[in-house]
């Protein structure tokens, strides 16, 4: 029997730890304004700091890569990047969420550590949960699989998703935190 594999949910993948030094050392010396919730630290949209002008250039590139790719007409519309950087403390991670107003958003991974923190990407099939049977839990990604643990980032891994996909970052339980440059990329009218 054939099968078709219609409305995919793609999350992409890049490695770039060429910047790791570079963006690890902004990170530190930053000392504008913090967000603080208990073990999780978060700066304020940092994506005008020349010193993280590569990546913000990047995402452009990549954004309008991918979109287009995907069948979307990019060049109609100008990208707005936000990035901003966060600490996740022992204890720490976010919930379950999305990011309304932009097509595209992930994560640039700066400090990992083993217990530390990683992106889950849930299945938006919204329907799905009603019908479903009980799920046979394998190592295989299957139809039926639920949730898709990325557990395997390096310092450099770079992970770009449709912001409509809900994600969120596990508790870390690691005393050393997990760094990481966050971002949206949303596309307005031009």
């Not at 099968?3 to 993948?13: D, H, I, K, Q």
């Not at 940092?46 to 007409?73: D, M, N, T, W």
Request: hydrophobic share 35%; glycine share 6%.
């Amino acid at each position: 029997m054939q099968s078709f594999a219609y409305f995919p949910t793609l999350v992409y993948r890049d490695e770039k730890p060429e910047w790791l030094y570079k963006f690890k050392k902004y990170l530190n010396e930053y000392s504008g304004p913090l967000l603080e919730q208990s073990s999780f630290v978060q700066t304020h949209d940092i994506s005008g700091a020349p010193e993280l002008a590569p990546f913000v250039e990047y995402l452009a590139c990549k954004a309008g890569e991918i979109l287009r790719q995907e069948g979307y007409a990019v060049d109609r519309y100008k990208p707005t990047i936000c990035v901003w950087g966060q600490d996740v403390y022992k204890g720490a991670g976010t919930n379950i969420h999305t990011h309304k107003n932009s097509q595209l958003s992930g994560w640039m991974f700066l400090d990992v550590h083993r217990g530390g923190s990683f992106p889950i990407y849930y299945d938006p099939r919204v329907r799905k949960p009603l019908l479903e049977l009980e799920y046979e839990a394998t190592s295989d990604i299957n139809v039926a699989t639920p949730s898709i643990h990325f557990s395997n980032i390096n310092p450099g891994t770079v992970l770009i998703a449709s912001s409509w996909l809900e994600h969120e970052l596990t508790r870390n339980s690691n005393d050393l935190p997990t760094t990481c440059l966050h971002f949206t990329v949303s596309y307005q009218g031009a």
